[in-house]
């Protein structure tokens, strides 16, 4: 067995690492109080991303991306995953969905995302319908060469901005289709702006679609494949949010190991008090194991050793550990700063507040223990956890 990472894929993380800390930790506080980054930073960043092949790393070579291997993409999103109020957004790629423009399509969709001018956003998720999906309420029903959409949609990422929204809808019993719809369509708007626990460049807002009428060019990718587009979609974001919340992890301890060699009570330093000292030793196991899982599973989907469906599961085993790993080392590192973990200047405050949706979207906890129990019901143990 070779676990050593290669010399391209070093260099590769080495370049993420220093991104990170040059362009993107520094906006923290910034991006903190002001929801945004500093005055001209936006495209200077995005610029330096896409130069130091950090963007678009999920797009195959064939449709203008860069094909990065799943592996370099989860060593890219780690090091970004260091960085708080989710400026890790700087790397990676648009949803995957946009790959699946066709060719009419991508002028306008596809390739301003590779150029790092928007990411897109999606909407899934109803008032009535979450982890759920099998209940979506959303219709789009043809008329002529239209489909007119009504429903709603809710905790929409970046839907405030861009140039569209991908909007999830049944179009028939049992048939569900994606729809790219433009901002300014007549019948969508944004019924409002909910307030979330942390703070980042993007809103999450709630939709409405009143007799909103689509072209029917405007179908992304067919009609009835909404459903395996998102799966690929979620296949690809659950292992990045894993690596993300390496990246958390790894920062959590970074700030912990130094300040609890810094700081002293009652005449020792704070680690060597055993209460403390442990959280240091139980984060550091735990984020090693996290680290191995992740790295694994996309190593084995880039040797194109598991199917598809075993990659779901192991995607899902990532996700599940990786984010409540982070969250737990987020918790223990609040603990070791006392009054100073509780106060927004402290990096490991921002973190415990960022790593907390980790465990909500894209699969809660819940359902990404369903999905795994699935697969063990189904499969081989001694393939799955090989
Ligand atoms: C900041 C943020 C951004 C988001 N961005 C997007 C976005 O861009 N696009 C989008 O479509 N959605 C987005 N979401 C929505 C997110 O995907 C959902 O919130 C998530 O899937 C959970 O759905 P829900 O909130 O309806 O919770 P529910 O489905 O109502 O679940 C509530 C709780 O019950 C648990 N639960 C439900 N059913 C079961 C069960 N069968 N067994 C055990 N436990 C169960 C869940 O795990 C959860 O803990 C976002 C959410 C947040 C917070």
Redesign the pocket.
Known sequence: MDFELTDELKLLQQTARRFTDEELIPQELQVDEHSRVSEGAHERIFERSCREGLWPMNVPRELGGLGSSVLAQVIVQEQAGRSTNHLWDYVGGPYNALMRCNQAQRKKYLDPALRGEWTA?????????????GNLQTTAVKRGDQYIINGE???????EKGIAVIV?TVTAPGEETLFLVDHGTPGMRIKRIPR???R?Q?E?PEFVFEDCAVHESQILGGLGEADSISKAWFREERLHIAARCLGAGQRLMEEMKAWCEERETFGRKLYEHQGIGWLLADSATELYAARLMTYKTAWEEDAGMSDIKELHTKASMAKVYASEMANRVADRAVQAFGGRGYCCDYAVERLFRDTR?D?????????M??IILNGVMKRDLDELLR
């Open positions: 956003s999606y909407a899934v998720t109803e008032p009535g319908a979450g982890s759920d999906t949609k809710w905790f929409v990422t970046g839907g999830h979330f626990m942390n980042t993007d999450h949706v465990r909500i979207w894209e699969g809660t906890s819940e359902m223990r369903t």
